[in-house]
């Protein structure tokens, strides 16, 4: 069964001691992060709970690094040009040079935008972001997705405009199983492709959240897509052909 520490100040050790010791992270606590583990305290989340998510937390981590790894391959830049945002921060601080972003997919380009906009602790102590930074001389970012929906494009260039965007390859509309203009359907099945996913979904319990769920059975933003990547699935990707749930038996399985 699990438990909580039996005492707050026990508890908030703990969870500060774990989050030190997880891999990835800067090994400094800040003021905010003692808060949080407070929080967590109130909120009766049990210790086990929390560590297994740092713990996700990191792995998710490293399989982006392994994606950039991936992409050395191929490229040939040197391993240890492979910096996490923390470190990429404190070397521009000292030297500017340019930087680059490289990733599997951008879905709905949320996840780039909060990296360049967070407030990041350098190995120098102080916190600053790339955005905050995008305007010294010498500075230049690229983000290089191999996929990119033109949802993710058009955020991306509007909320980070000094950042050049190079994706291999952008998804338009014509790519999503929901869209009018799909791509997907047949013409003599288009008129009722949408009716069939929303009765099937239904059926085996998928949600209608209007997209604002990554199980919302037009998948997350209601972005509709039919594609899956070496690692893992997207969220925008129809949630039917992830679903595990009500004896349904999935076509790919999520990671």
């Not at 319990?205 to 997207?234: N, R």
Request: aromatic share 8%; with cysteine; hydrophobic share 40%.
């Amino acid at each position: 069964m699990d438990k909580l520490p039996s005492g707050r100040e026990d508890y908030v050790r703990k969870v500060l001691e774990a989050y030190r010791n997880t891999p990835g992270t800067t090994g400094h606590l800040r003021r905010p992060d003692r808060l949080l583990a407070g929080e967590l305290y109130q909120r009766c989340i049990p210790l086990n709970k929390v560590e297994n998510a740092l713990v996700l937390a990191a792995v998710r981590r490293m399989i982006r690094y392994a994606f950039a790894r991936i992409a050395r391959q191929h490229v040939g830049f040197p391993e240890d040009q492979i910096v996490s945002a923390a470190d990429a921060l404190s070397i521009l601080t000292a030297v500017p040079r340019p930087v680059i972003f490289v990733d599997d997919f951008a879905g709905t380009g949320n996840q780039f935008v909060n990296t360049w906009e967070r407030l990041i602790r350098a190995a120098t102590g102080a916190e600053t972001s790339f955005s905050a930074i995008a305007g010294i001389r010498g500075m230049k970012f690229f983000y290089c997705p191999v996929l990119c929906t033109q949802k993710a494009f058009d955020e991306i260039n509007l909320m980070c405009p000094t950042v050049i965007l190079q994706p291999a390859h952008v998804l338009t509309d014509r790519y999503s199983a929901v869209s009018p203009n799909s791509a997907i359907w047949p013409s003599h099945l288009k008129p009722t492709a949408l009716d069939f996913l929303r009765t099937a979904s239904s059926r085996a319990g998928i949600p209608d959240t209007d997209g604002a769920s990554p199980d919302d059975w037009q998948g997350y933003e209601k972005q509709g897509l039919v594609l899956a990547l070496h690692e893992t699935i997207p969220d925008s990707t129809l949630c039917m052909l992830r679903w595990n749930k009500n004896s349904w038996s999935p076509l790919m399985v999520k990671a």
